[in-house]
């Protein structure tokens, strides 16, 4: 008899992620994802899956992490990308090298047998890779100043090795620019990637660009004599949102320039078969932060680099390619745009209306046809057409839903789609996954979708626990969250919506919260509560409140401003709209003045008029607040502001500090604190909502620092 899930089924999941298919479409390759023995991280094998239905086999053993698995154009070997060498290969004396730098390097992989063998040795390692068309090189993207040790160090100027009884070299940091480091990553000023070729037959490596900024998404021309690439080259790249397109000759390195002028914010460079053309995702940026990406087609000999060049194929669909959904089982892959083999289509990716689909446009006049139509998230997706096959797209993608994890399926045109694994079937026939039921309301002229999830049959009221994504430009959709069925095993119903300012509704609708967080989509997300409640399904005595990230801003908001509330609790929060501009991986003026149209240091009133932390002595509601001591997103100062604020004026409130993790604890995070946070949630909302109390509920006997 299936049972309810609880929060430690999360160490059960398998999670695939990075899906490609091979050439002639008979084989799928994908990373599987999984806790790790001591539940303390995670370990990444690849798995290939036939794609005629035959059982689904290990190609890797996965001690550490193997991922971005890459056929070879003939399909008999796998490149991809390991941190293996760790534990594989005897450690080298690199004094100056911990943690180590060459960690992650690629390794090939026959599929006609035999071990994976380790490519390349650059001393910082290797961040992706794409094969050449002919199978005999390959470009990956390393932040090495050298092919060796010893000539990156000293290009670095770094000394050989320190003479016996003299202190430490300096580890001051110095900084000249903002964008100097990313949430989950940690200080990225001085690890800027650069392109590299690499020789597949003697793992010969040398540079390829030299450019001031990283450069990224490699993609080469179909006759492989050119790169094209995306890359912020602008005079200040720190201080604006820009990338542009460029090719770099691979004889002759010269690089020329594909898109252009002061507004382009243009990725995801894909060559149409015949050469002449790249596509990409992209816009021009307008006045606020409102903007979809469209698809665009470029010439591919620079004779468009300028602020009016390119043809917008998408831009009377108002869809919106690598919108961001939500999930804390499903991880998104990166956006792909792949050409048909004679170049007429472009697939893709969108959302519409919570689901994730495939779409296809035409290059010609920009002919929208959609592809799959479910209620489901397709995260990930490979396709191959050309030569030695028919002309109809092979497809294979990840597809998940509100109860079922990501599996792989395989489509052969417009055939209907066929599962071709059951990753997760050991912990699906054990538990009962609750689905999500639809939901509209209407707020200001706006239709709001949302969903919800009953905690009990459905037939009376319940408590209810309004949960609110981050973003705030991004969705809520038809995908698994793990948080939603704990709080809904508990006999605590779930709603979930998409509020003004949310991704997949067009642009309009994405652009309607500017210099508006906090009221307007308050209305939009408490008129589904209302909606549950006249409807007789949720109580209204009994209503909790979370979010993270915008999320944990809108809670913060919410419970200052309205107390119908029995309990919160606000995570990865936003309390201090200045501190925001002003700390962590966003710190700058260009997104405050997209969404604000100032910044704290013009208008310091104004952010404090749209700061939570403003109305903090308003709050009546117990709240909980969580946050990650490592989280550079939304620094843990926002945390420690509001727990200030809140305890100085004697509210009831706890501060949750996680150790050693990011603003992703709740998503990639290492596992035991993710099934710990679960945990924290569910007793956090059964203490008020279940079981009627009204003070804070005891503290953990097991604890850090008691």
């Not at 990373?31 to 036939?50: E, M, S």
């Not at 240091?601 to 109305?615: C, K, M, N, V």
């Amino acid at each position: 008899m299936p049972r309810p899930p609880k929060p430690d089924d999360l160490y059960r999941l398998r999670v695939p992620i990075g899906l490609r298919l091979s050439p002639d479409g008979r084989n799928v390759v994908t990373a599987l994802k999984v806790v790790a023995p001591g539940f303390d991280g995670y370990r990444q094998a690849l798995w290939l899956v036939p794609t005629d239905g035959g059982e689904a086999r290990q190609l890797t053993l996965g001690a550490k992490n193997d991922w971005h698995a890459r056929f070879s154009p003939d399909g008999r070997t796998i490149a991809f990308l390991s941190d293996r060498r760790t534990i594989v290969e005897e450690e080298p004396i690199r004094e100056a090298m911990k943690p180590r730098e060459d960690a992650v390097q690629v390794y090939l992989l026959s599929l006609d047998g035999g071990e994976a063998r380790r490519l390349t040795d650059l001393p910082r390692g290797v961040s992706g890779l794409e094969w050449s068309p002919d199978g005999t090189r390959l470009v990956i993207a390393s932040a090495s100043h050298a092919a060796t040790v010893e000539a990156d160090r000293k290009a670095r100027g770094l000394a050989s090795s320190a003479e016996p009884g003299s202190p430490p070299p300096s580890d001051y940091r110095f900084v000249d620019r903002l964008d100097y480091m990313l949430n989950g990553h940690g200080f990225t000023y001085d690890q800027v990637d650069h392109l590299w070729l690499v020789d597949v037959a003697t793992g010969d490596t040398t540079r390829l660009t030299d450019g001031a900024t990283a450069e990224h998404e490699p993609a080469w021309s179909p006759d492989g004599t050119r790169i094209a690439f995306s890359a912020n080259r602008g005079k200040d790249p720190d201080l604006t949102f820009r990338a542009d397109l460029f090719t770099v000759d691979v004889a002759s390195r010269a690089v020329t320039a594909i898109t252009g002028g002061p507004k382009s914010v243009f990725g995801l460079p894909t060559w149409l078969p015949d050469g002449k053309s790249i596509a990409a995702l992209g816009h021009r940026i307008p006045t606020n932060a409102g903007s979809r990406n469209d698809i665009w087609v470029f010439a591919s000999d620079g004779s468009e680099a300028n602020g009016d060049g390119g043809r917008n194929l998408s831009a009377a669909h108002d869809l919106m390619p690598a919108s961001a959904m939500n999930s804390d089982v499903t991880i998104g892959d990166a956006t792909r745009l792949i050409p048909s083999g004679d170049g007429a289509w472009l697939t893709f990716t969108a959302p519409i209306q919570g689901s994730y689909e495939l779409f296809r446009i035409a290059t010609k006049d920009g002919a929208l046809e959609r592809i799959t139509d479910d209620h489901h998230y397709i995260s990930g997706w490979d396709g191959v057409t050309g030569e030695g096959i028919d002309g109809r797209l092979r497809v294979a993608y990840l597809r998940s839903t509100p109860t079922d994890p990501p599996d792989v399926y395989w489509m052969y045109g417009r055939s209907t789609p066929r599962r071709l694994t059951e990753f997760n079937k050991t912990v699906l026939d054990d538990i009962e996954l609750r689905p999500a039921q639809e939901r509209h309301v209407t707020v200001d002229g706006r239709d709001i979708q949302g969903w919800f999830i009953p905690g009990g049959d459905g037939k009376k009221a319940r408590p209810l626990v309004l949960e609110i994504h981050g973003g705030p430009h991004t969705l809520y959709g038809w995908s698994p969250v793990w948080e939603f069925q704990v709080l809904a095993a508990a006999g605590i119903g779930v709603y979930y919506s998409n509020p003004r300012g949310s991704e997949g509704y067009g642009e309009a609708f994405n652009e309607a919260n500017h210099r508006d967080w906090g009221p307007g989509p308050t209305r939009d997300v408490l008129a589904g509560v209302e909606a549950l409640v006249k409807d007789g399904l949720a109580d209204p005595d009994r209503l909790g409140v979370t979010g993270g990230s915008y999320g944990g801003y809108l809670t913060n908001w919410i419970v200052a401003h309205d107390h119908r509330f029995r309990a919160a609790m606000t995570c990865r929060c936003v309390a201090d709209m200045g501190m925001l501009f002003l700390t962590g991986d966003i710190s700058g003026g260009e997104w405050a003045t997209l969404e604000f149209e100032t910044t704290p240091w013009q208008d310091p009133a104004y952010f404090r008029e749209i700061s939570p932390l403003t109305y903090a002595d308003r709050i009546k509601t117990p709240l909980l607040i969580q946050h990650s001591e490592k989280d550079i997103r939304t620094t843990v100062g926002q945390a420690e502001a509001q727990f200030t604020v809140m305890r100085s004026l004697k509210k009831s409130v706890r501060l949750m500090r996680v150790p050693d993790e990011t603003h992703e604890l709740t998503r990639s995070g290492t596992p035991f604190r993710r099934v710990e946070n679960l945990e924290i949630v569910q007793s956090w909302f059964r203490h008020f909502l279940i079981d009627g109390k009204r003070g804070l509920p005891p503290l953990p006997k097991v604890r850090a620092g008691r």
